[in-house]
Every structure is written in C-alpha cells, then in structure tokens.
C-alpha cells in the first residue's frame, strides 16, 4: 500500500521560517511534489522534486532524500497569505499520484 | 500554466438524483483526466483515471457503476454521480496532466450536497 505522512498542523510566526516534513512508503517512486490548498479552492502546484537535494523557488524550497523516503518543504519569511494546507504527494507511476495526509499552516501576526 | 475548468463550482441536490460534473482543459490537450474526491479537512483521495476514448480506471472501493466517467474528447472529462446519498457529499476535484513537466494542473473543484 502507500502511506505518506505530514504533520496535521502547524503554526508558525509571520516573517519567521517553517519547515513541513513529509515520509512516505510507496510501491514505486518517480518523485515528490508539494501542493499548496487555501480553503475551498484547488490545490495549486508548488514544486517537483526526482532527484536527492534541495530545490529552491522563491521564498519556497522543497527537499528530498530518496534513501531516507523523507522529503520536506521549506517557508521562508512566511506571509498571512501563506496560511494554507500544504499536502505532499507522490509520483507512483506516469499517471499515479498519491497525497499525503496534508499539513494545515496557520501564520500568525 | 495550463488551466483546468470545472463546472459547476456547487451544486445541491435531493437523494436519489444523478449530477454530472465537467472538466475542462482550456489551453491544451489532455489525454488523461483524474477525479479526486476530498472530504472536509482530509486529503485528496484519487477516485479514477479518466482516459480518453477508453474506459476509465477505477481506484480500489470506488463503485465504477455509481461514478461514471466519460472522457469523449481531449478537452472534456464528465464525472456522473448516480443516485446520489448524502454520504456522496463532497469535494469533488479534476485534474489533468500536462505532457513533459511532472506536474498536474487540478480545476476549481465541484462542492455537491446532497440533500
């Protein structure tokens, strides 16, 4: 079966630097990708991670460790606007992706 | 980026009716559509793959029978949900696989309530 894991809820300070860790156990990997959700909207692409390091767009990067199955997305100088749910998910196959659990960030003032 | 139309964006209906949800891909070609199913503060759940011409793939446990889905051209996949219950309230959401980058594009998603 699949599993990947988040931390349900995360609070964090505006300006301040949050990191959302995800580990999965998949059958298949192809990759890891980070999706942002704000209430009642679709979830919106953030970043792709095939490859072990540190991938880094903007005031987001995302990280991945193919031998640990761990992978993590990383905020910096973080917004009101940023209070979201951050769900990981994994690429399985061509056309397979499963999510994670998602994670709630609530920034506060 | 590529975009992805749902429609409608609500809907309510009584228990017992059918409601059919479209998805469009309005900038480019889509051989394959997804349908997730998203429950109030949970995770998106793949329901099927939706593949154009052929028969839809259904996740384990989603009734192919109650869920119906037709991808008839390259731009627009119908997700049918039969007899509708109240348990079949949800956030229902589209999505679509744009050729080269390893990314989806998802649509706006469908709220149905059923009544």
């Known amino acids: 079966g699949q599993s990947l894991e988040q931390p349900s809820e995360v609070t964090a300070v505006e300006g301040a630097i949050v990191q959302i860790n995800c580990t999965y156990q998949t059958s298949g990997f192809y990759g890891l990708s980070w999706y942002q959700q704000h209430d009642g909207g679709a979830p919106t692409f953030l970043s792709y991670n095939a490859l072990d390091g540190l991938e880094e767009t903007g005031r987001f990067s995302s990280f991945l460790s193919r031998s640990d199955s761990y992978g993590y997305l990383l905020l910096q100088e973080l917004q009101m606007k940023d209070s979201a749910s951050y769900f990981c998910a994994v690429r399985t196959g061509a056309n397979n992706l499963f999510f994670g659990t998602g994670t709630r960030l609530t920034v506060i003032p | 980026g590529a975009v992805v139309s749902q429609h409608p964006s609500w809907v309510i209906c009584k228990s017992g009716t059918s409601v059919k949800i479209e998805c469009r891909s309005l900038?480019?070609?889509?051989?394959?559509m997804f349908w997730y199913r998203q429950f109030p503060k949970q995770s998106l759940m793949l329901m099927a793959t939706?593949?154009?011409?052929?028969?839809?793939?259904?996740e384990q446990g989603v009734e192919k029978d109650k869920f119906l889905i037709n991808h008839a051209s390259l731009t627009l996949s119908t997700l049918t949900v039969t007899s509708a219950h109240p348990e079949d309230s949800s956030f229902y959401i589209c999505?679509?696989?744009?050729?080269?980058?390893?990314?989806?594009?998802f649509g706006p998603g469908t709220r149905l309530t059923v009544l």
């Open positions: 900038d480019f070609q889509a051989t394959t």
């Open positions: 999505s679509a696989r744009v050729p080269g980058p390893n990314e989806q594009f």
């Open positions: 939706s593949n154009e011409g052929s028969k839809a793939t259904y």
